[in-house]
Nanobody, 123 residues
Framework: VQLQASGGGLVQAGGSLRLSCAAS????????VGWFRQAPGKEREAVMS????????VYAGSVKGRFTISRDNAKNTVYLQMNSLKPEDTAIYYC?????????????????WGQGTLVTVSS
């Protein structure tokens, strides 16, 4: 599975962005997909994940109520809709895919990773 993350950019606080994770290769619909982020000087953290059935999990408490994750298996794409962005959301965002059913909040559970897309939120 090859993953391509896109949609990052510069946005003012309070604004919105939608990240996309486009997949090619194997049957993407059977993979769970997670979004992770890494801010400057910080460790990579899990943001949200979505199972192949569409069940989602939020890992970063700071994004609850602001971010949503969805998938369109027909388009082999997973989206991360980010609203009410804050400067602390500034990070490189990565998408990853896993054939596992558990442990989606842990980076080591994922077999495939995209290249990352930079999100910068100005105050």
């Amino acid at each position: 599975v090859q993953l391509q993350a896109s949609g990052g950019g510069l946005v003012q606080a309070g604004g919105s962005l939608r990240l996309s994770c486009a997949a090619s290769g194997r049957t993407f619909s059977r993979y769970a997909v997670g979004w992770f982020r890494q801010a400057p000087g910080k460790e990579r953290e899990a943001v949200m994940s979505i199972s192949w059935t569409g069940t989602y999990t939020v890992y970063a408490g700071s994004v609850k109520g602001r971010f949503t994750i969805s998938r369109d298996n027909a388009k082999n794409t997973v989206y991360l809709q980010m609203n009410s962005l804050k400067p602390e959301d500034t990070a490189i965002y990565y998408c990853a895919a896993s054939s596992r059913a558990q442990g989606m909040g842990v980076a080591s559970s994922y077999e495939y990773w995209g290249q990352g897309t930079l999100v910068t939120v100005s105050s």
